[in-house]
């Protein structure tokens, strides 16, 4: 007979027992626990601890010492390990239901086949590395090992469709929020929510869903932020940068992560409760793009320039026409600042 798969055996997630280990370990930071005593608290061989101690090895998590003497961790690994988040996260709905991967075509991908599968609302689905990360209109998203955040929440909103624009806001100024303390200069947000450090963006969001015309089903909301990348591939490198590039330093992606998942549920909580006024009088205070701005928008219909003029309460752009048309309700498309 074959078995029925549960929600929580998702191909490919990462081991619960790696979980603990980590979160044994970097809980132990400064002590050093023997590999018997790791065995018995996850339940599992030390020949099996030692191969797991490698493979994190490999991943770059400094663990000194072996089986024999007892091992302990040098410097907090910087691996989004749901145990060490949900702690963190306790008290929202993030805290319940976290899918990690060392390695997944896009968090974004997964998340919405889970959404399909019922999975509840506030289920985060996080990698280390995607292999085909995906950005907005069709474009793709370059997510290297371990340097990144790649991360996509699961919504269930009771909204229609035509308020789920505000969602999109929600995350981008969460996001923005949680990486301004990590950041000398304040980050700025175009609309809808590229996250952009000196004009470069830093950070994207993808909002995907499944809907009907007066109910949103679910809602995915992936969130890639660039956090430890050295430095940019040759072909973003004019247009993209990172936290490290900006700041000249290394960021834990860990403590970031978790600012940002408690104020996408601060704002996200705000929305439900009082719609979306609030969310856009914030974003009006930290977007340049959100009045007066010299822009170039490119539709699938067409490329004109005009002056944005705030948003509808839908959080839709308003623009005012170069060429003296009626004023244009962007709903979605590329928004360049235009000199
Ligand atoms: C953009 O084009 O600005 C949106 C980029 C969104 C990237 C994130 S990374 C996590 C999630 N998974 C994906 O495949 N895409 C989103």
């Known amino acids: 007979m074959a ?30 626990v023997s590999g018997a005593k790791i065995a018995k608290e996850i339940g599992v061989t030390r020949q099996q601890v030692w191969r797991w101690i490698e493979k994190l090895r490999a991943l770059g998590v400094r663990v000194k010492g072996h089986a024999h003497t007892g091992y302990h961790i040098e410097r907090v690994p910087d691996i989004l390990a749901p145990q060490l988040l949900s702690h963190r996260l306790y008290g929202t709905p993030f805290a319940r239901r976290i899918y990690h991967f060392f390695k997944i075509d896009s968090t974004n991908t997964v998340a919405m086949h889970l959404g399909e599968a019922g999975a509840p609302h506030g289920t985060v689905v996080l990698a280390e590395e995607q292999t085909a ?26 909204i ?41 963006k830093f950070g994207g ?10 109910r949103v089903h679910y809602a995915v909301i992936g969130m890639g932020i660039n956090v ?10 004019s247009i993209g940068t990172s936290l490290r590039i900006e700041t000249g330093k290394s960021h834990s992606r ?44 490119t539709t699938a219909a067409e490329s004109f320039t005009g002056t944005t ?7 839709v752009l308003r623009v005012v026409r170069d060429d003296g048309r009626d004023t244009e309700l962007v709903l979605s498309g590329d928004v360049a600042e235009a000199l």
């Open 309 to 315: 003029a705030g948003l509808d309460s839908s959080g």
């Open 254 to 297: 860990l403590e970031l992560l978790i600012r940002l998942l408690r104020q996408f549920d601060r704002y996200y909580n705000q929305f439900l409760a009082e719609g979306a006024a609030p969310i856009l009088r914030r974003f009006a205070q930290v977007s340049s793009y959100f009045k007066g701005k010299r822009v170039r928008i």
């Open 228 to 237: 430890n990348q050295p430095r940019m591939p040759e072909a973003l490198a």
């Open 3 to 32: 078995t029925k798969r549960t929600l929580a055996e998702v191909p490919g997630t990462t081991d619960r027992r790696i979980d603990a280990l980590l979160t044994l370990l970097a809980e132990n930071a400064t002590i050093v």
């Open 160 to 200: 229609p469709p035509a308020r789920a624009p505000v969602l999109t806001l929600v995350a981008g100024l969460a996001a923005r929020d949680a990486a301004a303390e990590d950041m000398d200069a304040l980050p700025d947000i175009r609309w809808p929510n590229d996250l952009l450090a000196g004009g470069k």
């Open 205 to 214: 969001i993808l909002t995907e869903m499944h809907a009907e015309p007066d």
């Open 133 to 158: 990360g995906r950005g907005r209109a069709g474009r793709s998203w370059t997510s290297e090992k371990s340097a990144g955040i790649y991360c996509s929440v699961l919504l269930r909103p009771a």
